[in-house]
């Protein structure tokens, strides 16, 4: 059952289109900026320099979308691996409460993201990742799932949740950062005009 406040498919080809298409370079760049040997890595990059020509791709979209912030995350996720059950950041002060999750390749029925209620007391903090995670062993209810193929989808990043990969290939997606005083419903109305 799809809660409208934990995420939002929505049908944005020419997005898709355009981040695909600059897709080889934002990798390029990621790995410049830091390469990790994981199940899965995670790769921020953040453009707040707007006066820096590497970034001018990504510009032009945050100007044609003027709900997503400067910054995203690049996700690979290794052939049937789990994420740990997490909050994107440290806090609910995040600078965001929702990403737009874009598929780039792998993005299969095989593969989903959860949702999870849990107590807070069953939260810690790992400021190294920047990350919240669940205590391992806690009480934990899914209460919701999405499959993400062709069309992005606004995830409320601030409920505990998780990506897992059950195909026998890499699961690539951007998780692009939304501006905090935009929500789902702001989101949609903007899109439609």
Same mark, same amino acid.
Not at 122 to 130: A, E, Q, R, S, V
């Given at each position: 059952?799809?809660?409208?406040?934990?995420?939002?498919?929505?049908?944005?080809?020419?997005?898709?289109? !355009?981040?695909?298409? #600059?897709?080889?370079?934002? =990798?390029?760049? *990621?790995?410049?900026?830091? $390469?990790?040997?994981?199940?899965? $890595?995670?790769?921020?990059?953040?453009?707040?320099?707007?006066?820096?020509?590497?970034?001018?791709?990504?510009?032009? #979209?945050?100007?044609?979308?003027?709900?997503?912030?400067?910054?995203?995350?690049?996700?690979?996720?290794?052939?049937?691996? *789990?994420?740990?059950?997490?909050? =994107?950041?440290?806090?609910?002060?995040?600078?965001?409460?929702?990403?737009?999750? #874009?598929?780039?390749?792998?993005?299969?029925?095989?593969?989903?993201? !959860?949702?999870?209620?849990?107590?807070?007391?069953?939260?810690?903090? =790992?400021?190294?990742?920047?990350?919240?995670?669940?205590?391992?062993? *806690?009480?934990?209810?899914?209460?919701?799932?999405?499959?993400?193929? =062709?069309?992005?989808?606004?995830?409320?990043?601030?409920?505990?949740?998780?990506?897992?990969?059950? *195909?026998? $290939?890499?699961?690539?997606?951007?998780?692009?950062?939304?501006?905090?005083?935009?929500?789902? !419903? $702001?989101?949609?109305?903007?899109?439609?005009?």
């Amino acid at each position: 059952m799809n809660n409208l406040q934990l995420y939002k498919e929505v049908e944005m080809p020419s997005l898709v289109k !355009e981040v695909k298409d #600059i897709f080889p370079y934002m =990798d390029d760049l *990621s790995k410049k900026l830091n $390469s990790n040997k994981f199940l899965y $890595s995670v790769k921020t990059i953040n453009f707040l320099n707007e006066n820096n020509a590497t970034y001018e791709p990504f510009i032009k #979209i945050v100007e044609k979308y003027p709900f997503l912030q400067k910054f995203f995350r690049i996700l690979k996720i290794q052939p049937n691996y *789990s994420l740990k059950i997490h909050l =994107d950041g440290l806090e609910k002060t995040n600078l965001t409460n929702y990403n737009l999750n #874009i598929p780039i390749s792998g993005c299969t029925n095989e593969s989903l993201t !959860e949702f999870y209620k849990v107590k807070p007391e069953h939260i810690y903090t =790992d400021f190294k990742k920047n990350t919240r995670f669940i205590v391992d062993g *806690s009480p934990i209810e899914k209460i919701d799932e999405y499959k993400m193929t =062709d069309n992005p989808f606004l995830c409320h990043t601030q409920i505990p949740h998780t990506v897992i990969n059950n *195909s026998n $290939s890499y699961r690539v997606s951007i998780s692009w950062a939304v501006k905090k005083e935009w929500n789902i !419903e $702001s989101i949609l109305k903007f899109l439609k005009e």
